[in-house]
T-cell receptor, first 115, second 113 residues
């Protein structure tokens, strides 16, 4: 069965420092991969997605992610974190089920930003 | 601006009540989903629908049902609410092939007392 692992439950980063959030997936075919962000009390917002092609994808708010097939990973990065980036981040893998796509989500990583 | 709208942000219901959570999308998406979100468990899929009047069970359908009479509307029904259904409920929609990912509503925080 498809699965997504986000090994870090919480991460604290100083404002201005770089960020990397880890995501590993298990899926037999070529995956569709996504990162979402959730601010407190809100729904999820799509940050970026990977379907095919260039393995380094750019998203909104200065985020990027790199797909590494050999490591089954899709880590999220940002070179300089802002206090407003404090939120929960979810990685997801898209699976095809009889021509219909369903997302499987990781359990999330909560990012705290210290002054 | 395209949207998924959930009818209530907060709900408080009594044990045994029948509860309706409504979700409407204006993006002409074929697929709609209901998730519940609990701390430490992430998002768990309750039900989804890929067409009008079609529904499929997700990972945790027990205690829930759904209705999709129109393309833009997907309702989640708690037939007899219980305290273990206290949670954040998130509705989402997408195109059939998933292009563009999912668009989520803002969520409904349901408390069953």
């Amino acid at each position: 069965a498809q699965s997504v692992t986000q090994p870090d439950i919480h991460i604290t980063v100083s404002e201005g420092a770089s960020l990397e959030l880890r995501c590993n997936y298990s899926y037999g075919a070529t995956p569709y991969l996504f990162w979402y962000v959730q601010s407190p009390g809100q729904g999820l917002q799509l940050l970026l997605k990977y379907f095919s092609g260039d393995t380094l994808v750019q998203g909104i708010k200065g985020f990027e992610a790199e797909f590494k097939r050999s490591q089954s990973s899709f880590n999220l990065r940002k070179p300089s974190v802002h206090w407003s980036d404090a939120a929960e981040y979810f990685c997801a893998v898209g699976t095809m089920n009889t021509g219909f796509q369903k997302l499987v989500f990781g359990t999330g990583t909560r990012l705290l930003v210290s002054p | 601006d395209v949207k998924v709208t959930q009818s209530s942000r907060y709900l408080v219901k009594r044990t045994g009540e029948k509860v309706f959570l409504e979700c409407v999308q204006d993006m002409d998406h074929e697929n709609m989903f209901w998730y519940r979100q609990d701390p430490g468990l992430g998002l768990r899929l309750i039900y989804f629908s890929y067409d009008v009047k079609m529904k499929e069970k997700g990972d945790i359908p027990e205690g829930y049902s759904v209705s999709r009479e129109k393309k833009e509307r997907f309702s989640l029904i708690l037939e007899s609410a219980s305290t273990n259904q206290t949670s954040m409920y998130l509705c989402a929609s997408s195109f059939r092939d998933g292009s563009g990912g999912y668009t989520f509503g803002s969520g409904t925080r349901l408390t069953v007392v």
